[in-house]
């Protein structure tokens, strides 16, 4: 059975009675008792081929009777929203429009709607049931995602991580939230727009549904919040509740208001997003898309492709009408991200799409679900988190819309266990630790559940072994002759003016070749005889040049003496020189016998060249 099914031309439609009064298949129902129509009726989403001339664009618009038209995204050259003459129907426009050359699609700008489902709103106070993990304490659940299993093993995110959330609006000022809410660096509220990415003052993120910088408006940005919330609400802060991940960056992109949104700004949201990465160097790694409803949208799913090709995974959730995917396609869940932009075929999915899972263990039974079109699920029904109302208001609430944010929130820690990873390998990591579960079986491609503990363990690197090398070692070296082997290691002359060298300098070298390149804590050790030099001279090479660093061997004789945390290359040289500035008549000896590279996460305060210049 195929997974996805082609949107229908509007040459096919108007030959079908029963669905010609709606022009175009749709795909949603719209939320119960809403009157709203399911799509945009005054424009139009058309995409033009590549190599088309303006001409010709402007020709095909012409006759489907466009008052106007705008690119849809600054990513999106070829793509525009053409608002139709007044009386101009959107099925006649995209007739049209299939007719010219230079089309290579029109459809409807489809409405969406966030994929929660009513729920009793009270606040369960301490119900985080979907945080916790079969063995965590002091609460536990067989089926929530784990994360408070990373948690305890001290996996809380890193801000260096970000997650771009494509709904409502976000209460950026909720005391569990406002920490982790994306700051953009470079622009500044003064009408400029600093960062050239097409959206003036966007400080905090962009409101494509009012096209402005306002991020949250009102307390009706309740779902945008709850989704926040759930992704990366600060933990640890001895108030409401943690997200999956405690310290990650939360970037708002709202284009959802009260009656819901439409396609053509979920697509300038995602390309908003994307551009930040592509141009603008930020570590995302996903975007949460907690909605649903209209059908198949070209422009979408290339906004999609184009998110993929900049490796951010598009998480989506399956919907809340209990259809099976694999049957019947719901939209944005059912989309594949198997091919690029440019058409190429990537060799894998940019697309995760998550069912809601209860805390007994069952799919929720309003969830979408398909054995090939959703990949895993994860807890979505009665979930705790952030809401916009009050000074720190918190709510219940369920749908796939929670779900989808469990996962998010996975990903985020999982990039940030391991910030290396690429975006397939993530998506790998969540389908290959997630818990199988009997009533998933044939509902979900895995037949699983998130586990966001044994993900993390996965995503985290095995740690670097440290590297000894003694003066035995082949990657050790004596240069120059007057080194002599004493119980102790090999020791240097004795400084006296009658026999010491002046011609050329004597030194030993350790040149190891490390497992890999990074920080590093280079360690020598000072032989307990013949190390009597107060003042021996160090050289380390770093990936950036030499460093030196002065120790008073005689009193650190026996002991592991640190010469800092540095960056390293591959293959570091560390070397001890006689060329101490010591008095000559003192008769001072070097000794070295060991050096250590010990891999660490990176440079202290500590570790100032100021600091290690000399310690006498």
Known sequence: ??????????????????????????????????????????????????????????????????????????????????????????????????????????????????????????????????????????????????????????????????????????????????????????????????????YIDDVAGWDFYHDDASVYDSTADDHGTHVAGTIGARGGNGRGVAGVTWRATLIPAKFLGPGGGYVSDAVRALDYITDLKSRHGLDIVATNNSW??????????????????????????????GRDLDEDPAYPGSYRCDSRADGSARGWDCVVTVANLRSDGQLQADSGWGRSSVDLAAPGTGILSTHPAGEEGYDSRSGTSMAAAHVSGAIAACAAADPSLPARRIREAILATAAPAVPLAGRTLSGAHLDVGAMVSACTPAPLPTLTVDDGDAAFRRYGAGWYEGSGGFAGHHFWASVRETTRTLYGAWRPVLATGGWYEVQVHIPVEHATSHSARYRVRTSTGWVTRVRNQEKRRGTWVSLGVHHLATTPIVQLSDRTGEIASLGRQLAFDAARFVPVDGPSPGDSPAREADDG
């Open 292 to 321: 649903s409803g209209g059908g198949y949208s070209q422009a979408l799913k290339d906004a999609i492709a184009r998110a993929g090709d900049a490796d951010i995974l598009f998480v989506a959730a399956a919907g809340n009408d």
């Open 1 to 198: 059975m195929l997974r996805y099914r082609p949107a229908l031309s509007l040459r096919q439609i108007l030959f079908l009675p029963l669905l010609a009064a709606l022009a175009v298949p749709v795909q949603a129902a719209a939320p119960e008792g809403s009157s709203l129509p399911a799509h945009a009726r005054d424009r139009v989403i058309v995409g033009f081929d590549a190599g088309s001339r303006r001409a010709e664009r402007r020709l095909a618009l012409n006759r489907a009777q466009a008052a106007s038209s705008k690119a849809l995204s600054p990513i999106a050259a070829n793509v525009v929203v053409a608002e139709l003459e007044v009386g101009r129907s959107v099925t006649a426009a995209i007739q049209a429009l299939e007719r010219r050359p230079a089309v290579a699609y029109a459809e409807p700008d489809f409405r969406v709607w966030p994929a929660v489902a009513a729920d009793d709103p009270h606040v369960l106070d301490g119900s985080l049931w979907g945080m916790y993990g079969p063995t965590t304490t002091p609460h536990a659940s067989a089926w929530g995602s784990a994360a408070a299993v990373a948690w305890a093993g001290g996996q809380v995110g890193s801000p260096d991580i970000h997650i771009g959330i494509i709904d409502e609006g976000i209460r950026i000022d909720h005391p569990d939230l406002e920490a982790n809410i994306w700051r953009n660096p470079v622009e500044t509220v003064d009408g400029v727009d600093e960062d050239g990415n097409g």
